[in-house]
């Protein structure tokens, strides 16, 4: 059973920084692909980065790219998502997801926003104020 469970939301002053962490269990990590997606208020759920663990390519949404940054721990089947410089627009509900078995998340360009996967964690809020 593929088991995803996020932790580390909070609320935070806009500017400043949060790490979201994914422990993950019941697949392969490091043949997988892992997504962060998030639904902010009144909004449909988006992707915005992906890691493809069997390389480590990695990809993001325009408006997350050189704020946010996608890293594992294999040992751990844990991913992580390192947010700075945090905009009272991030607010949301993050969400991981893990392509089990790989087929289209993080195959490409724009392939952060594949929402076909099966197994998701149940989600973390994170709040920034302004």
């Known amino acids: 059973e593929v088991r995803l469970v996020e932790s580390g939301g909070g609320v935070v002053q806009a500017g400043g920084s949060l790490r979201l962490s994914c422990v993950t269990s019941g697949f392969a990590f490091d043949e997988n692909a892992i997504g962060w997606f998030r639904r902010a208020p009144g909004k449909e759920r988006e992707g915005i980065a992906c890691r493809r663990n069997t390389d480590g390519r990695t990809y993001y949404k325009g408006s997350v790219k050189g704020r946010f940054t996608i890293s594992v721990d294999s040992a751990k089947s844990t991913v992580y998502l390192q947010m700075d410089n945090l905009k009272p627009e991030d607010t949301a509900v993050y969400y991981c997801?893990?392509?089990?078995?790989?087929?289209?998340?993080?195959?490409?360009?724009?392939?952060?926003?594949?929402?076909?996967?099966?197994?998701w964690g149940k989600g973390i809020l994170v709040t920034v104020s302004s």
């Open positions: 997801t893990a392509d089990v078995p790989l087929s289209h998340l993080c195959q490409g360009p724009g392939s952060y926003e594949y929402s076909g996967m099966s197994d």
